[in-house]
């Protein structure tokens, strides 16, 4: 199996952990939380910000010492929009579930910006189609450049089966603006209906990375560089969530040359 490829555990609790020590990387990190109606899940955000995604489900959360209520709404990633919290650094927060909930938390380094909680509602959330033909895809801006944060940049993709994503391929792994920047990113995946598979490549110029995975409901690709196109199979449609961030809140990305002319 693909080193890159992280299988999220069946079942509730802490499914999937990904930090920058077990990526081998500097800057994001991302952790999934399968809860039960009752069942809690808390956390310090430390020298980090964060921004929790209701991916499915509803639960009541506190953050930095205040209540926030009962959030989330959609049952499924792929209707609707998400409820999401935004934390700056040094905040704890905790959420307990009343439906079936699954929680992302989506982490990068905090910089001292002394930005408050916030709660991230449907409506305030921009959406997008991008692509045309079997490149069609519906983009949903949770956390973009636009918004305030220190690093972190969390977006949300629906890919309709057939079609293909983050394509034609592109990359930013260089610290190179304004042409590119060099982003860490993941991609959480989902399937509808649930029982279809995916496909994911990361690759290199030079092929040094060179890694093609079928993705399945609830895995996690892992992007350190390169490119990094999805395609959908047909009849299933494909659901991710991406967290961005690296040295420059900003994302600028360079198409694979050879590929560009599809976007001419």
């Known amino acids: 199996m693909s080193k890159l490829l992280v299988k999220a555990r069946k079942g509730h609790g802490h499914v999937a952990n990904v930090t920058p020590q077990n990526a081998g990387w500097t800057y994001v990190g991302f952790d999934l939380h399968r809860l039960a109606p009752g069942q809690s899940v808390s956390g310090e ?17 506190t953050a930095g010492g205040q209540e926030l209520g009962l959030l989330g709404e959609r049952m499924s990633p792929f209707d609707g929009k998400p409820w999401s919290v ?11 579930a009343e439906t079936e909930l699954e929680l992302a938390v989506c982490t990068a ?10 709660v991230i509602a449907p409506e305030d959330l921009g959406q997008e189609t991008r692509g045309k033909g079997t490149n069609t895809r519906y983009v949903t801006n949770i956390l973009p450049e636009g918004e305030p944060a220190d690093s972190l940049l969390v977006v949300e993709v629906i ?3 057939g079609h293909t994503s983050s394509y034609p391929p592109h990359k930013h792994d260089r610290d190179n603006l304004p042409a590119e920047s060099y982003l860490e990113e993941t991609y959480y995946h989902r399937l ?13 110029d030079d092929r040094s990375l060179d890694e093609a995975m079928a993705v399945e409901d609830g895995d996690v690709v892992l992007v350190p560089k390169g490119y990094h196109p999805c395609a959908a199979c047909h009849g299933y449609d494909l ?10 809140r900003t994302w600028k990305f360079h198409n694979a040359v050879e590929h560009e002319w599809l976007v001419k």
């Open 159 to 161: 890919t309709p089966g």
């Open 109 to 118: 380094p905090g910089l001292g910006g002394g930005l408050p909680v916030r």
């Open 45 to 61: 955000t430390g020298d980090r910000e964060a921004c929790l995604v209701f991916v499915t489900g509803k639960g009541k959360a």
């Open 86 to 96: 935004y934390m700056p650094e040094g905040s704890d927060w905790s959420v307990t």
């Open 192 to 204: 509808n209906p649930p029982q279809g598979f995916a496909f994911q490549r990361v690759y290199t």
């Open 239 to 248: 659901y991710y969530l991406n967290v961005m961030a690296g040295p420059k």
